[in-house]
């Protein structure tokens, strides 16, 4: 298995189910989810694996801007995703509302994507530090037309840029579509 994988597509093309029998068999495995709850199917599929593996993941959701605090002793993480995390930084950066377009100056987009870069690689670092691995789990943006709205084009343009450059860092990249999964690095 390989130190560092993405996995991108559209909402609910199969990348968390891609990425759960990853680790099925391993003890110990953070999922880390950013932003909204777990998909009741991905918690059941979760719990169904590891008691019939016998093993224990923990589930944690990333409320905060610093994902690679809640690693500990884990040695394989699920990120779950890059898109919502960027949703999280985008508000915490935001003095206001991130969906206000008068807020996301080109200086303020910047650092939304240098935050989340930033984080997300150092995230992985402390994984491999562990000689561990880990699966990140994002949206593709690169088949949308862009948004008329002028917030939701912003984040689509820092996603694409943050997706970029975490996929070219990693070892492998998959893309997930209809639910099956193609290597495409």
């Not at 994002?138 to 912003?154: C, H, V, W, Y």
Request: glycine letters at 6%; a negative charge.
């Amino acid at each position: 298995m390989a130190e560092s994988i993405l996995i991108t597509g559209g909402a609910a093309s199969g990348k968390a189910r891609f990425a759960v029998p990853s680790f099925a068999a391993f003890d110990n495995v953070l999922y880390l989810r950013a932003g909204e709850d777990l998909d009741p199917d991905i918690l059941h599929r979760i719990e169904f694996s590891t008691r019939k593996n016998n093993v224990a993941w923990e589930i944690v959701k990333l409320v905060g801007a610093d994902p690679a605090s809640q690693v500990g002793e884990h040695k394989f993480v699920i990120f779950d995703s890059i898109s919502a995390y960027t949703r999280l930084v985008m508000r915490e950066l935001c003095s206001g509302d991130p969906d206000d377009p008068t807020e996301l100056t080109e200086e303020l987009k910047k650092q939304v994507e240098k935050k989340v870069i930033v984080d997300v690689l150092t995230l992985r670092d402390k994984i491999a530090e562990k000689h561990g691995s880990i699966i990140i789990i994002t949206l593709e943006t690169g088949f949308s037309i862009r948004p008329a709205n002028p917030a939701m084009a912003a984040y689509r343009d820092i996603l694409g840029r943050v997706n970029q450059r975490i996929a070219n860092s990693c070892d492998e990249a998959y893309f997930s579509a209809s639910g099956i999964q193609f290597k495409i690095r």
